[in-house]
Every structure is written in C-alpha cells, then in structure tokens.
C-alpha cells in the first residue's frame, strides 16, 4: 500500500516525530525503528481517514491562495467555516492539502 507522508506534519505527527527523535538520540530505540513506526502511522493514518471517518464538513471562507503542483492542491482560506451536523467552527486562517487518492493505488499491469 502506498501511502501520503504529508501527515507527518499535522499536530500528532510532528509530535511523534519529536518523541521518536528524542527516543533515538537517548539510544532507546534504533533509527531503522523509528523510521518503521513512521511509515505504519502513514498507513494507519490513511487507512482510518478512508475507511473509518464518515463525517462530512461544509467549507465556506475567502480564498487567499491556491497552489496546484505534483499533483496535490494547497489552498490557504483566511475566515473560513466549518460546518457539520454537530458544530460550526470559525478560523481565522486555514491551510488544506488536498492529494489525488488515485496515487496511492498501485499500478495495475
């Protein structure tokens, strides 16, 4: 299974990736294994964005920037809504990326 590196950089993936560089330096664990516990995250993070979440969000903001490269979009939203059923949250400044799940699926001969 392919998978998407860019949850390393959300909030729990950077601070796994600070908790593994700090096990690492300390000696307590390998660098092969942190770099093992960093590839299942991907995995597991796209798995269960796929297959468990079933949520739908309405998106309502200003668009301030857009980036299309490598196929994957980048949009930079300044007062952007989120609605659900449950809740409606307002930020000021929101970054989304956004990649083609069709590059995960292996090619098919």
Known sequence: MATFELYRRS???T???DTLDEL?????????????VLVQF???MTDALENQ???KVNIKGHLH???FCDNVWTFILTDA??????ITETLSKVKIVACDS???QPNQP
């Open 11 to 13: 909030t729990i993936g």
């Open 15 to 17: 601070c796994l990736t």
């Open 24 to 36: 690492v330096s300390s000696g307590a664990v390998s660098p092969e294994l942190a770099i093992q």
């Open 42 to 44: 991907d995995k597991s």
């Open 53 to 55: 979440v079933k949520s």
């Open 65 to 67: 920037t857009y980036r």
């Open 81 to 86: 809504t989120f609605k659900s059923e449950e």
């Open 102 to 104: 069709k590059l995960l």
